[in-house]
């Protein structure tokens, strides 16, 4: 799976290889797959494949079998939780090999690792960011469905919002990613009505608007141009609440009337089209790890 695919248009018997970027919209599909159906077309790779293996340190074998991170790793170790092939390891760094060793966590085999996948997607407007709805509303599951791996987003965006989302079957490193000590930076390109004054900006930025119980973090705002009646302003927030930037748009009096996430923990969409999902590279994938510090 090397390319971008966008969702097989009618007539269409699966996913194309990716082209030459165009101008202009991409189609959408037409119609989305109830609930729990897939859509037709390639076959879908197992959902984890194991990986061949070769010789790793203890601490980075247990980190991604994704019981600890590399540090909660090494204090497992320390504290004579780890066993290899029925010996105790306290020394850190032991070379062992996944497939062949016996490794043992609180007397729990860990399984041979998994490869790991990991994607960019521009999220267009109008689907949910669920695998699957209920209610029989669009989500992205259509967009999913073309990958050869099952994957999965980190974290949401709203229904009526665009953009960046990740998508991956490294749980560990997404909920790393998703946990509110990560503090991981998402920016927003938003349209707001009306023409906020330096000192609404102000409020987004030093803290003290309140949402709810308590203040929206620190975040930063600049203006990026204005109209008659609308503003747009570029929004880096380090929180992940519930309609966070709507609710911090509309505390200041400013609604928000279009939302598209144009970075996330130090990667950005760049010129990834909507509705288009491509792998990351081995060095992005390396920028959200040390966006959380797995
Ligand atoms: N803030 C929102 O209000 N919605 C999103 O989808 C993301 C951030």
């Known amino acids: 799976m090397a390319g971008t695919k966008r969702p097989p248009r009618k007539g269409e018997s699966g996913p194309r290889e990716r082209g030459p970027e165009r101008p202009g919209r991409p189609a959408r599909p037409r119609r989305s797959p109830r609930p729990g159906q897939r859509r037709p077309g390639r076959p879908r790779a197992e959902a984890a494949e194991a990986v061949a293996s070769s010789p790793e340190r203890l601490q980075k074998v247990i980190s991604e079998a994704g019981l600890a991170s590399r540090r909660g790793a090494e204090r497992l170790i320390e504290e004579g939780r780890v066993t290899v092939n029925g010996q105790v390891v306290t020394q850190q760094g032991l070379k062992v090999d996944p497939a062949a060793d016996k490794i043992k966590v609180d007397g729990r085999l860990i399984g041979p690792p998994q490869r790991m996948h990991y994607y960019m997607f521009n999220k267009p407007a109008g689907y949910l960011t669920t695998l699957a ?150 060095q992005e994938i390396q920028v959200l790890k040390d966006a959380c510090e797995v």
Not at 152 to 180: C, Q, S, Y
Not at 218 to 238: F, N, Q, V
Request: contains cysteine; glycine residues 8%; positive net charge.
């Open 133 to 282: 709805d209920p209610r029989g509303r669009p989500t992205i599951s259509i967009f999913l469905a073309q990958l050869p791996v099952r994957v999965f987003p980190v974290g949401r965006l709203d229904m009526d919002v665009e953009g960046l989302l990740i998508l991956t079957n490294d749980g560990p490193l997404a909920k790393r990613l998703m946990h509110p000590s990560s503090q991981v930076p998402k920016t927003y390109r938003i349209k707001v009505s009306g023409r906020p004054s330096e000192e609404a900006l102000a409020k987004l930025r030093d803290g003290s608007l309140m949402l709810g119980e308590r203040p929206a973090a620190p975040a930063g705002a600049e203006m990026i141009k204005t109209a008659e009646d609308r503003s747009w302003i570029l929004l880096t927030i380090t929180e992940g609440r519930h309609h966070q930037v709507k609710r911090m748009c509309s505390a200041i009096g400013h609604p928000v009337l279009k939302l598209k996430r144009v970075a996330y923990a130090g990667l950005t969409l760049g010129t990834l089209h909507r509705d288009n999902i491509r792998p990351l590279t081995p």
